[in-house]
């Protein structure tokens, strides 16, 4: 595979965003003190049930980040790293909440410097606000008809609630 030369610079963010919370976005703009730019790299394929499709998804992220052009939103397929070096990127940004994710992350971590030495990963501690939040409770709250405005940013509210109308319908 060729190789651009890496911005040390610029992050990917990857995810499934299966919605965007409020925690996405404190990562991704604590990550900007870091880099330049952050590409919010959305995962097509993925182990879990989506509400959203990856169309979907990039979409509502594009809304919410419209007004900050340094932070690009882009599906990605494949391997993670594969993605990040093709975008020339220096480094994967993660975002940790608890000592449950850190395994996980860890061992992710530790396999694309294995692929890829000269990509860096970094991971940022969740504010502690959003400690407790994820996309799964988000969306297990929401179809169940609960509260989550502040939770998710505004543009994410009514389309998450719609599809939960829409999904309990079809009898999923």
């Known amino acids: 595979m060729e190789h651009k030369a890496l911005n040390p610079r610029l992050a990917v963010y990857p995810g499934t965003f299966d919605p965007l919370t409020k925690g996405h976005l404190s990562i991704t703009s604590r990550g900007l003190m870091i880099f330049d730019r952050v590409i919010l790299a959305v995962a097509k394929s993925t182990p879990k049930k989506t509400l959203f499709t990856v169309e979907e998804r990039v979409e509502l992220a594009r809304e ?13 397929d494949g391997l993670l790293i594969d993605y990040v070096t093709r975008r020339g ?4 940004l993660r975002g940790l909440r608890a000592v ?3 395994e996980y992350e860890f061992q992710m971590a530790l396999m694309n410097r294995r692929l890829a030495r000269d990509i860096q990963t970094v991971f940022l501690m969740t504010d502690y606000k959003w400690m407790y939040l994820s996309s799964t409770i988000v969306k297990e709250v929401a179809c169940h008809g609960g509260n ?10 009514s389309p998450l609630y719609a599809r939960c109308v829409a999904r309990a319908r079809e009898g999923a």
Request: hydrophobic share 50%; glycine share 6%; aromatic share 10%.
């Open 100 to 102: 449950s994710d850190f």
């Open 89 to 92: 990127a220096g480094a994967v």
């Open 64 to 76: 919410v980040f419209r007004e900050q052009p340094n932070v690009l939103v882009e599906p990605f």
């Open 148 to 157: 989550v405005k502040g939770l998710v940013p505004d543009e994410v509210v």
